[in-house]
Structures are given as structure tokens and as C-alpha cells.
């Protein structure tokens, strides 16, 4: 090879490698994990379909950058969502991550997200303490204290004095458990038994068993996306519908994604939580008809909206930054971000980086022949107590 042919070698590998960085540089590529098989796979189902609503509304261009989704099933293993956050950073050149299904998965991408600097939406879990695993995640979804809190007023002015707590074994059921019961005893309630159910292949008939015997006035429940119904059924068969016992807890027990189903033994349960399908505004109502159309009539849950908010997160901030989409100028402009949400005004506390909203009190009822949960009262602006209590 002359000298001549080795220049023009280096210029065209330069060019090569200025065209990539072109390329890099016009495409903002968003990756998200999400449980789209296994247990938790109706999670990613509302979630990979209101990510992608979002777009077909918004357009996939902002800020002069084009944005590029790309969706990959962790099966709802933390190792695999891991190895999945360092390929679509590595490979793909994610300058986003977002989903995961659960706390678990959630922590897993923490350390990868800080190492590479690059900014991690937390659409789905609520264990409080995930947002301090990372200087560069941000919520969308909700946190446990902020939505069991609520409950132990509620339950306190509404003449419930024993209460039964039923929750699933893991950091979202501890905090549930702890921050319902605390503020429960604070009140003058009296917790009876505080019962916790494995997160895989849960059977509640043994401890429901336990709930009818203890005689409380009412059982508080946290079970994930996803477990409702089998909860629900078994509350049915273990006569606790009919016993006198009411069931409150979080909203996540009467998810809109199985609510329908659900038969009427639902009717009446009383829930604190961020969302529900029949929140009455414009701006849900017009979220509603077009998940609805775009899903075959599938009624968006608590998940749908976290997703639908992680990317209007990600499109503002982009704004802000005029497609600036390094990480640290990413996370800057989502501190502080607020706008208006199909479940209300929201807002990302810029010191916690965790999301402010509205939680509302709900109660099961028949709407036009079909299961909602239907708000009633409204507790604006809700922080997250467990960090709230610290800084
Ligand atoms: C979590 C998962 C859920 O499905 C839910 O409803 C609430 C919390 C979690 O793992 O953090």
C-alpha cells in the first residue's frame, strides 16, 4: 500500500467514524425493559403499549433529534435486565432507560445507569428508597408510603379500629405494611396481625383464613400488578366478602387491567393510589379513547399511565435541553419538570428526583354496567413521605 492509498484510508475511516457519530448524534434512542412474559408480563403489556401511544400522539421527533424506541423482554429476571441495560447502553447507545416491571429489576439497572451516566425512568415500581440507589433515576410511577399513608387517615375518620395488614414479601408490601400500619397506630388504630405473602406463585387462602379469625373491621392489602384477582377470588372463597370485613388497601389490589373481571365481590373496596382508568378529566378522558382504540378496547391501569408520563418526561426534558441528551444535562432538566398528566398534576421534586401527584381516595363501583374505581376524595400534591421525613 503507497502513502497515497494509507491517507485516503484514515480519511475514509474518519468519515466512517464522523458519519456514525452523525447518525448518534440526530437519534436519541430510548431503551426500555419491561417484563413482557412471566409473571409480571400484563405490566409490560399497559407499559409497551402506552410508550408507544405516546409517540404516535407526540411524533417520534423533538427537539431536532428523532426518537428511537426499543423494547426488550427481561422476562422479569433482575440478572437479565442488567445485562440488557449494559447491551442497549453498549450496543445500542441508549442515552435513556427506562421501565421495569418491579423493585428488583428496577435496582438491578441502578449501578449500570451511574456508571454510564445515563438517566434511568422508573415507570412501574414503588419501594421508596429505588431513587436513592441512583443519581440518575427519576420516577414516574408512585411510591408505596405515598399511596398507603392516605389510607390510614382514611380508614381512622371512617370508624375502622382493627385492622388486619396482608402484603406481599417484598421492598413495595414492607413499605406499604410499615407506613399504613405506623401512621394506623399513630392515629389510635390497632394493627392485629401483620401478614406477608411470597411474591412467586402466591396462595392467600391460608392467610385469609387467618384474616376471618382475627375479626377485624377491615384488611389492607398490597399486592403487584397483576395478583388482584387471585387475591380477590380467594377473598370470595374464604367468605370474607360476606363476613363484614372490609377490604382497603393501595390501588394496585383493584388494577384497572383486571378490575373488569373481577366480579362483584370487588364492589366497595375503598383504595388510596395515583390513577384510575375513570379519573375525571379531559385530559384522561381523551387518554382512555385513545389507549382504548389503539389496544383493542384494553383499559389502561396504573402502569399504562407511568410509561405514557416517563416518555412525556424524557420528550420535556429534550425540550429543555434543545436535544441535549447527554445524561447529566438530561437529569438537570427533568429536576423540577411539571406537567399536566391523565391521573393529574404531576411534578419530579428536583432534590428526590421522585414524583409529587395528586393521591385519590377510591371506591369499587358499577359504572355503566361495568367495575371502576371511582374517586371520591383527593389529597393534592402528595410527596413521598419516606423521603420527605429526611430532607
Ligand atoms: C411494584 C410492582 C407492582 O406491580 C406494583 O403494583 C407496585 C409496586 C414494585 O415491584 O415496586
Redesign the pocket.
Known sequence: MNSRSLILGAALGAAMLSGAAFADDNTVTIGMILPMTGP?AS?GKQEKAAAELYIQQHGDTVAGKKIALIIKDDTGAADVTKRLAEELIGNDHASVLMGF???PLALAAAPVATEAKVPEIVT????AMITEKSPYIARTSFT?PQASAPMADWALKNGIKKVVTIVTDY??GVDAEKWFGDMFEKGGGTVVEKIRVPLKNPDFAPFLQRVKDDTPDAVFVFV???QGAVFMKEFVERGLDKSGVKLIGTG?VTDDDLLADMGDAALGAVTTHHYSAAHDSPENEAFVAAFEKANNGMRPNFMAVGAYDGMALVYKALEKTKGDASGDALIAAMKGMSWMSPRGPVSIDPETRDIVQNIYVRKVEKVDGALYNVEFATIPNVKDPFKAAKY
Open positions: 409480571s405490566t416491571g418491579l423493585t412501574a415500581a414503588g419501594t408505596l421492598g413495595p403487584p400488578s397483576g394496585d
